[in-house]
């Protein structure tokens, strides 16, 4: 049973980063209609980031803070103004083409930059830890939950009670009715990834303080996106959902049935099976709105 | 499709051709020549970039027809490729199949896999659909990682040379051969598909499938169809691959390969056998060209800055295809001919 419970909770966790990057997906998704493959990348640059502001320069938390946040608006204006603006109205292959271009360059970026390496600053942040009889929950667990939480309850009010949130959603219904109303589309567009970026640059830098960055962190970007098509593309709370489902249920089935497989490896395809079943069965996913097609 | 002044199809044969003047009959030939003395004057490093361009080539056609012309995404390309190669390398090594019968068995393998994962193209498309491959991708890998006492797994498995009647393609030069002959059929068949009913069918489907149906192109059929086709290249070109190195393992067809054939037909330009052809060529061509300049800038600025190009150039060269030439190297090559047809009388 503690063995059943460990990996509930080692899944949510997991389920938890799966959701960060999901979130910064949605919500790209929901303003622009454009796919952002880059998200896991924006995580990445963000543990990095974290890691100069933190380490190398040795500042204060407050101030890598707000750098990191900095540089996170910069980077979102610059790659939709530069990247994503000269592609409105392109197939949905260019701009998936276009946000996976984006994120070699990125990883060619932090390769150049920081080298590719391994990079931690454990204990630098503080860290939270809980413990429940004789189960640990990782730090990891309580932190990106955290920010998971305050990411969405504020990106729900942002888009239920102000102006700017009302045009974004408007935008993602109809981007011309919304342009003759008079509000203007690429702001909420480039507004729509600035947000995306600042969710991921934090998550990076959480991340990066409690278990590390290197690369392949990114690679959790491409497994998110089973959690963003279970959750309903269109759903921010339907994406922390099913990142914790699927955390849970990849860990859950790799802890029981890796020992039953000759090759193991389970976890690392876990999601895309899920992914599969979801498309066929349910494609709008749990929370999405079901799609109505018109010729 | 634009042919010089002054050419007139004057019965129904002519009007189909392929080739339709002297000029263009003359540049196929003298291009197939040169293919044939290739061996005498290039060397073997040459040659093995020209044979996995060949390939590469295949590949690509393949998923032209799925993507370019069909319009059903897929970024799981290198899986079906790995299912044909393995297919092919088992058939001939624990086997001892001949290679001539192991080809079509890994193309008519891959082929079915494709079926199997474009089943989902029949209700989702565009974004999800590119999920649905990705997904097929992984799985492919994992299968192949499963059945290890078959396949290797991540060991590897060592594939003969191919042989047909007593001759073993063991030379870089028969190889190349044996490659340029199939990748000319393979650039045929794949020019002429896309004119038959079904070509027409598939450009339907992309521009409009709801329309299409209404129209009583039956999408089951086509979409799957389409998904065949474009894996039985895949499947050529996988097993093509590892019979050239002799060896099969999972490190040939990494997701990354996917994405780049999917790069190659936006450089080269969608929807277009010569786009094909052009975005292979040119994206390899950039690659061995990152090789030869990656070391010389690693040993001037940074030791990671090889690794950092190579992901780097990659990536810029599709974002600039992306923003300044959607539609590839082969409109530009299209609008370059008509403009020098009409020169110096453009109007």
Redesign the interface.
């Known amino acids: 049973m503690t063995f059943f419970l460990q990996l509930v909770i080692t899944g949510f966790a997991l389920g938890m980063v799966y959701a960060l990057v999901a979130i910064g997906f949605v919500i790209i998704l929901k303003c622009s209609e454009a796919?952002n493959i880059a998200q896991g990348h924006f995580v990445m640059i963000g543990g990095y980031l974290g890691y100069t502001f933190l380490v190398t320069f040795g500042l204060p938390i407050w101030a890598s803070l707000i750098l990191a946040i900095v540089a996170a608006i910069l980077m979102g204006l610059l790659i939709e103004r530069l990247?994503l603006r000269?592609?409105v109205g392109?197939p949905?292959?260019?701009v998936?083409?276009?946000t996976?271009?984006?994120?070699?360059?990125l990883?060619?970026?932090a390769?150049?930059v920081w080298?590719?390496e391994y990079k931690t600053y454990h204990g630098v942040l503080p860290t939270v830890n809980l413990q429940l009889g004789e189960l640990s929950i990782p730090s990891e667990t309580s932190i990106a939950m955290i920010v998971s939480i305050v990411a969405v309850a504020g990106l729900m009010l942002l888009f239920r009670y102000t102006r700017i949130g009302l045009a974004m959603r408007a935008t993602a219904d109809d981007e011309q009715v919304v342009q003759s109303a008079g509000v203007r589309v690429t702001t909420v567009y480039a507004l729509s990834w600035v947000i995306a970026s600042v969710v991921g640059v934090i998550g990076g830098i959480l991340l990066g303080g409690v278990s590390g960055v290197m690369i392949p962190l990114a690679q959790v970007g491409?497994k998110a996106?089973?959690v963003v098509?279970l959750g309903g593309?269109n759903s921010i709370v339907g994406a922390i959902v099913a990142g914790v489902i699927l955390g849970v249920l990849e860990n859950v089935a790799a802890g029981y049935l890796d020992p039953l497989?000759?090759?193991g490896?389970?976890a690392?395809?876990f999601p895309?099976?899920v992914?599969?079943v979801v498309?066929?069965f349910r494609?709008h996913g749990l929370f999405g709105l079901e799609r109505i097609?018109?010729? | 499709m634009s042919l010089p002044s002054g050419t007139f199809a004057q019965n129904y044969a002519q009007d189909v051709a392929i080739l339709r003047t002297k000029s263009q009959w003359f540049v196929l030939l003298a291009f197939l020549a040169f293919l044939l003395a290739c061996p005498l004057f290039f060397s073997d490093r040459i040659l093995t970039i020209m044979t996995i361009i060949g390939i590469t080539i295949i590949s690509v056609l393949g998923l032209n027809i799925l993507t370019g012309y069909c319009g059903q995404i897929s970024m799981g390309h290198a899986g079906f490729m790995a299912v044909g190669a393995y297919t092919s390398g088992i058939l001939t090594a624990k086997l001892a199949l001949p290679f001539w019968v192991a080809l079509p068995c890994a193309a008519l393998t891959a082929g079915m896999i494709g079926l199997i994962f474009g089943l989902p193209s029949l209700k989702i498309k565009g974004f999800y659909l590119i999920m649905a491959t990705i997904a097929a991708q992984f799985i492919i890998v994992w299968v192949i990682i499963q059945l290890r006492s078959i396949t290797g797994g991540p060991d590897g498995l060592s594939v003969p040379r191919p042989e047909i009647g007593g001759f073993v393609f063991k030379s870089k030069a028969s190889y190349f051969y044996l490659v340029m002959t199939i990748t000319c059929l393979a650039t045929f068949l794949a020019q002429n598909i896309v004119r038959t009913r079904a070509g027409r069918a598939f450009v339907a489907i992309r521009d409009n499938d709801l329309a299409a149906e209404v129209m009583g192109i039956n999408l089951w059929t086509y979409k799957l169809l389409a998904f065949f086709i474009g894996c039985v290249y895949a499947g050529v070109a996988g097993s093509l691959l590892v019979h050239y190195f002799a060896f099969a393992c999972l490190d040939q067809f990494p997701f990354m390969n996917s994405v780049w054939y999917l790069g190659m037909l936006i450089v080269g330009g969608m929807g277009s056998i010569p786009g094909a052809i052009f975005g292979a060529v040119s994206l390899k061509l950039l690659d061995e060209l990152v090789t030869v300049v990656g070391p010389i800038l690693s040993s001037i600025v940074a030791a990671q800055a090889a690794a950092s190009l190579a992901l780097i150039s990659r990536g810029a060269v599709i974002m600039l295809f992306l923003i300044f030439e959607p539609r590839g190297l082969a409109h530009r090559w299209d609008t370059i001919r008509a403009y020098y047809r009409l020169w110096p009388f453009s109007h």
């Open positions: 796919f990247a000269p592609l392109q949905v292959l260019a998936v083409m276009m996976i271009a984006l994120s070699t360059v990883e060619g970026v390769t150049l080298g590719g491409i996106f089973a098509l593309v497989l000759p090759g490896g389970l690392s395809v895309f099976m992914m599969i498309l066929i494609p097609e018109r010729i």
